[in-house]
């Protein structure tokens, strides 16, 4: 007889897992199906999936979440009034009112105010009631929603310093390096992600879009040099050609960074005594990551801190991850309306493609295929983010202002995905051989490149 060891045991529990992703992923369609006759599953046998969420549909998760979200407010509230006691499983908690007096030429800064001296506990089961100074009116859910949509719009006022827009369109934002500028900006950043907990929670749909390196934050994710592209795109090429070329004495660049605030600037070291380290062939990889961390991450770690803790006060941090950065898009922002017709007419053609290529008829007979969660997926894809202006596909917005939906040729194997570049809203589509090719692959990297780029 012959004991297991430990590595025996590791190597079985890998197989196991291995064997888990492999079943959930081939018969995918149908376990989502079953969760969705019937949510919840997921909250006992099909619990595992849970664990393995990029699996589950979004509307899947969407419920889960909200089931989990409420339930464990009733059990916050269990010792409040006998009305939640009685309550539905999932069901959203009651709470008592949570009145607001603002002045609508200064919503945000009279909101935060209020704000302030409240729990999170309280602004999570708080019913939004908002009185408008000097107007008549009674919220039954209108003037809230009002407000809500006027917080989205303010959060990113430059007055307030607090968010500065990225280069892919304009439309996407991302915290500002210099909001220190503003004295209460940590207080501010905690308050705005409050805000966007709070809607979470009431499930309103807020005009508000972040980059991904961002939403990365949120979900407490790692971002990498790719995630620059959207806030710095030549500075991104220039990450990229260092990856990809041999920089032996042709890159003289040590471990640090100049960095200038209002006009003063000053270096940084990316390591300990990082301006006497030079970059090499072979620690190029190194300084790329820690550059990308110093960007995306170092210069605003405190905003990302106050707004998390903000954002927790109502929103669990374990509960949030079951989502991907698209998905958290689409849970803050809603699912867009989206016109395949409007889009198709204000599609650019390159590199050898037109409107009657066959890899192009059969791109948009894919789009008509897909549902809306599909869609909004694959304009996420392309363009960073699922808005769609108010004015429609021919307002297109790209790093350079107006820059319409793009789908170029791309050459070489026919194994490839497709990949994209967000500012230029550009899909490189390979050459298929037939519809089926093309869909199962178009589909696999919307959903599985969540970062907007596709894999070889």
Same mark, same amino acid.
């Given at each position: 007889? #012959?004991t297991?060891?430990? %590595?025996t045991?590791?190597?079985s529990s890998?197989a196991?897992?291995s064997?888990? *992703?492999?079943?959930?992923?081939?018969?995918?369609?149908i376990l989502?199906?079953?969760?969705?006759?019937?949510?919840g599953l997921?909250?006992g046998s099909?619990s595992?999936?849970?664990?393995?969420p990029?699996?589950?549909d979004?509307d899947n998760k969407?419920?889960?979440f909200?089931q989990?979200l409420h339930?464990?407010s009733s059990t916050?509230?269990a010792s409040?009034?006998g009305?939640? @006691?009685a309550?539905?499983?999932?069901t959203?908690p009651? /709470?008592?009112a949570l009145n607001l007096h #603002?002045?609508r030429e200064?919503v945000?800064?009279?909101?935060f105010?209020?704000?302030?001296?409240?729990s999170?506990?309280e602004?999570?089961?708080g019913?939004?009631n908002?009185r408008?100074? !000097?107007?008549? /009116?009674?919220?039954?859910?209108?003037?809230?929603?009002?407000?809500?949509q006027?917080l989205?719009?303010?959060?990113?006022? %430059?007055d307030?310093?607090?968010?500065?827009?990225?280069a @892919?369109?304009?439309?996407?934002?991302? %915290?500002?390096p210099?909001?220190?500028?503003n004295?209460e900006? &940590?207080?501010?950043f905690k308050?705005v992600g409050?805000i966007?907990?709070? @809607?979470?929670?009431?499930?309103?749909v807020?005009?508000?879009?972040?980059?991904?390196?961002?939403?990365?934050?949120?979900?407490?994710r790692k971002v990498? $040099?790719?995630?620059?592209?959207?806030?710095?795109?030549? $500075?991104?090429k220039?990450?990229e050609w260092?990856?990809?070329?041999d920089i032996?004495d042709?890159?003289?660049?040590?471990f640090?960074?100049? #960095?200038?605030?209002f /006009?003063?600037?000053?270096?940084?070291?990316?390591?300990?005594?990082g *301006?006497?380290i030079a970059?090499?062939?072979?620690?190029?990889?190194?300084?790329?990551?820690?550059v990308?961390e !110093?960007?995306?991450?170092?210069a605003?770690?405190?905003q990302?801190?106050?707004?998390l803790e903000g954002?927790?006060?109502?929103i669990p941090k374990d509960?949030? !991850?079951i989502?991907n950065?698209?998905?958290?898009?689409? &849970?803050i922002s /809603?699912?867009?309306d989206?016109d395949v017709d409007?889009w198709?007419?204000?599609?650019?053609?390159?590199?050898?493609y037109?409107?009657?290529?066959a890899?192009?008829q =059969?791109f =948009?007979?894919?789009?008509?295929?897909?549902?809306q969660e599909?869609?909004?997926?694959l304009? *996420?894809f392309v +363009?960073g983010?699922s808005?769609?202006p108010?004015?429609?596909f021919?307002?297109?917005?790209g790093?350079?202002g107006?820059?319409?939906?793009?789908?170029?040729k791309?050459?070489?194997?026919t194994t490839r995905?497709p990949t994209?570049?967000?500012c230029?809203n !550009?899909?490189d589509l %390979?050459v298929?051989d037939n519809?089926?090719?093309?869909k199962?692959n178009?589909l696999?990297?919307?959903?599985e490149?969540s +970062?907007g780029?596709g894999?070889v």
């Open positions: 007889l #012959v297991p060891t430990a %590595p045991s590791s190597m890998v196991g897992e064997y888990f *992703q492999n079943f959930t992923e081939k018969h995918k369609k989502n199906t079953l969760v969705r006759n019937n949510p997921l909250s099909f595992l999936l849970v664990f393995n990029h699996v589950l979004f969407r419920s889960y909200y989990r339930d464990d916050n509230a409040g009034a009305a939640n @006691a309550r539905r499983p999932g959203r009651l /709470g008592s #603002v002045h200064n945000f800064e009279d909101s105010r209020q704000f302030i001296g409240k999170g506990e602004i999570k089961r019913r939004i908002v408008f100074y !000097q107007e008549e /009116g009674v919220d039954a859910g209108g003037v809230s929603r009002e407000w809500f006027a989205a719009r303010q959060m990113f006022n %430059p307030y310093a607090l968010f500065k827009p990225s @892919a369109g304009r439309v996407t934002y991302q %915290p500002n210099q909001s220190f500028a004295p900006h &940590l207080q501010y308050f409050r966007i907990g709070k @809607a979470i929670v009431d499930q309103r807020l005009d508000a879009y972040f980059t991904r390196s961002f939403y990365k934050h949120i979900l407490g990498d $040099y790719r995630d620059m592209e959207a806030i710095d795109p030549s $500075y991104y220039s990450l260092i990856l990809e070329n032996t042709v890159f003289d660049e040590t640090s960074i100049e #960095v200038d605030n /006009g003063q600037r000053r270096i940084i070291d990316l390591i300990p005594n *301006q006497e970059v090499t062939e072979e620690n190029k990889a190194d300084y790329v990551r820690l990308t !110093q960007r995306l991450y170092r605003i770690k405190d990302i801190r106050a707004f954002f927790h006060d109502l509960l949030i !991850q989502f950065e698209q998905e958290l898009e689409l &849970l /809603g699912m867009p989206i409007d198709r007419n204000n599609t650019e053609y390159h590199g050898g037109s409107s009657s290529s890899p192009v =059969w =948009w007979r894919a789009v008509r295929s897909f549902d599909e869609r909004a997926k304009l *996420q +363009t983010t808005k769609v108010l004015e429609g021919a307002h297109l917005q790093n350079q107006v820059q319409k939906f793009q789908i170029h791309a050459f070489g194997s995905l994209a570049h967000t230029f !550009q899909l %390979p298929y519809f089926e090719t093309l199962s178009l696999l990297a919307i959903s490149c +970062t780029f894999f």
